[in-house]
């Protein structure tokens, strides 16, 4: 089974940028979907984007697409989150999540979808 391990969090201010990685480890990466999560404080986490095994599809929430951006190196078993014009909203602990598919060109969307997690890192964006 694959370990994920997410770091980049951090302090920003709105309108800058911060990159999120998600290195893993224990599994063949390039068999796993993947995916970014957020949980805002007082709030249910809720899916950012996804990204297919083979990095070939993405997906993203109606609320980041067009800031954020998900790319995956899978000869370095991470995947990455590009967050730009970050907004305070933004404001939330961030998970990465796996979820085997080997051949699959597959994003997914859901919670429930994903088996694997990572701890999570902070992002505070000021105003």
């Known amino acids: 089974q694959v370990q994920l391990v997410e770091s980049g969090g951090g302090l920003a201010q709105a309108g800058g940028s911060l990159t999120l990685s998600c290195a893993a480890s224990?599994?063949?990466?390039?068999?796993?979907?993947t995916g970014w999560f957020r949980r805002a404080p007082g709030q249910e986490r809720e899916i950012v984007g996804g990204?297919?095994?083979?990095?070939?599809?993405?997906e993203y929430a109606e609320s980041v697409k067009g800031r954020f951006a998900i790319s995956r190196d899978n000869a370095k078993n991470t995947m990455y989150l590009q967050m730009n014009a970050l907004k305070p909203e933004d404001t939330a602990v961030y998970y990465c999540?796996?979820?085997?598919?080997?051949?699959?060109?597959?994003?997914?969307?859901?919670?429930?979808?994903?088996?694997?997690w990572g701890q999570g890192t902070q992002v505070t964006v000021s105003s």
């Open positions: 990204i297919s095994a083979h990095g070939g599809s993405t």
């Open positions: 999540a796996a979820r085997f598919t080997p051949y699959s060109h597959r994003t997914y969307f859901t919670n429930a979808d994903y088996t694997y």
């Open positions: 224990g599994g063949a990466f390039r068999n796993y979907a």
